[in-house]
């Protein structure tokens, strides 16, 4: 080819290259907690996106197929109860916490703070200005934003510029840096204006419709991106294990990945822990250590689930082959990864266990 | 403003030491190193601090 034929604006576009999104799992393919099943009350939809709910309301989350073009996988809430007088301290919200390394180079709290834009794709049953919030890790930095559905059951794609914070302290390290919710209902007490910091906390817009007060209302939600900047560039696609990795930072397991945490499994064909030789040890434990493929935000909380997955279990083998489920053995854990057993029991030869460590912000 | 429904919180200890504490969220048995960084522990200890919880000790 000619390098007369090659065009030079295809290297200057420097806004769109890598790397630009903070969000993870803003295309809601991560699920390692539910496999797609919904919840019905506070818990992880799909991974790092939380729902919170303190209302009179009953919602139903799951990851969903229903996708604007170029997508796999969105979160869909549908209100199964509705609470059609939401009272002044009533709330019902999804968030993603950002780890505060993450939102270091945008000098919030400083007066060098750069702007950041929000964009994501949104289809609701429901039509009118809704809203949502960004927060620092206590809430007392507020920012309230609204956002227009103007068809019903259609996919739109939204974009929210928002000045940076030159006020408050927001955390650059391990812990939260940045929250950012979508609001389905709120009362009057957690609503503030939109499009301005406060030092007040709030965790939705004045005059934004509350999803939750329509019965069976709809709401999707994906290809959520928050950048450096005031300008919205296409969604950051990245590879599924790239993704699955980033969120493995915050929440982990040694079942396979489509494996609920819970579910009776096979220890031939899943990736238990186990600990053999039990009955050698006449007065010691015996330990096992699990290096977590990807390394914790902070030392996490352990959940062991045995082979029928009873929790806080194990299973056990003894010499005749025979296993029990549903055993306590004494557990012990220490550190981000190491994990202790004993005391040691002549008639156990070994127990075997799955482990799901839990990090989130 | 996250509130987890936490209904038994124990210490476990090894050689005479606390190292974690076993509790209850709706149902499941889980373990939370002492970690302030890490949100079951402060969780716990909120909830402790509001007399809404008690640690019972190791064994």
Known sequence: ?361 | MDEINITAAKYLANNGENVNIEFTVDGVTMHTPLDPANRHYAEIMRQVKAGELTIQEAN
């Open chain 1, 1 to 361: 080819m000619a390098l007369s034929k090659i065009q030079n604006n295809s290297y200057t576009d420097t806004a769109v290259h890598g790397q630009r999104n903070l969000i993870i799992n803003g295309g809601c393919v991560i699920d390692q907690r539910n496999n797609g099943a919904a919840i019905t009350s506070s818990g992880y939809v799909v991974d790092r996106f939380h729902y919170q709910n303190d209302s009179d309301a009953t919602l139903s989350l799951q990851q969903s197929s229903t996708v604007p073009d170029n997508f796999a996988n969105s979160i869909s809430v549908t209100v199964s109860t509705a609470d059609a007088s939401v009272g002044t301290t009533q709330y019902s919200m999804m968030t993603q916490r950002i780890e505060g390394y993450n939102i270091a180079n945008l000098g919030w709290g400083t007066s060098a703070a750069k702007a950041v834009t929000l964009s994501f794709y949104v289809r609701s049953s429901v039509t009118g200005t809704f809203g949502g919030v960004l927060n620092n890790s206590d809430s007392s930095r507020s920012y309230p934003f609204t956002y227009s559905i103007s068809s019903a059951d259609t996919w739109e794609k939204k974009t929210i510029t928002i000045e940076g914070d030159t006020s408050g302290t927001w955390n650059t390290t391990n812990s939260s840096g940045i929250q950012l919710r979508w609001a389905f209902g709120m009362g009057s007490t957690y609503v503030g204006t939109a499009g301005s910091w406060s030092g007040n906390l709030y965790f939705g817009a004045s005059g934004a419709v509350n999803l939750i007060s329509t019965l069976n209302a709809t709401f999707y939600i994906t290809g959520v991106q928050l950048e450096a900047g005031d300008v919205a560039t296409p969604f950051e696609h990245r590879s599924f294990g790239d993704e699955l990795a980033r969120c493995q930072r915050y929440y982990e397991k040694t079942y396979p990945y489509a494996t609920t945490p819970g579910t009776a499994s096979s220890y031939n064909t899943i990736t238990a822990l186990g600990i053999a030789g039990m009955d050698e040890e006449t007065s010691g434990q015996r330990y096992i250590t699990y290096p977590w493929r990807v390394e914790k935000r902070t030392a996490p909380t352990l959940t062991i689930y045995d082979q029928a997955g009873n929790s806080g279990k194990v299973t056990t083998l003894d010499n005749a082959g025979t296993q029990t489920h549903n055993v306590g053995v004494g557990l012990a854990f220490a550190g981000t990864y190491v994990m202790g057993a004993g005391p040691a029991n002549s008639a156990i030869w070994g127990l075997t266990f799955f482990c799901v460590g839990d990090s989130e912000l």
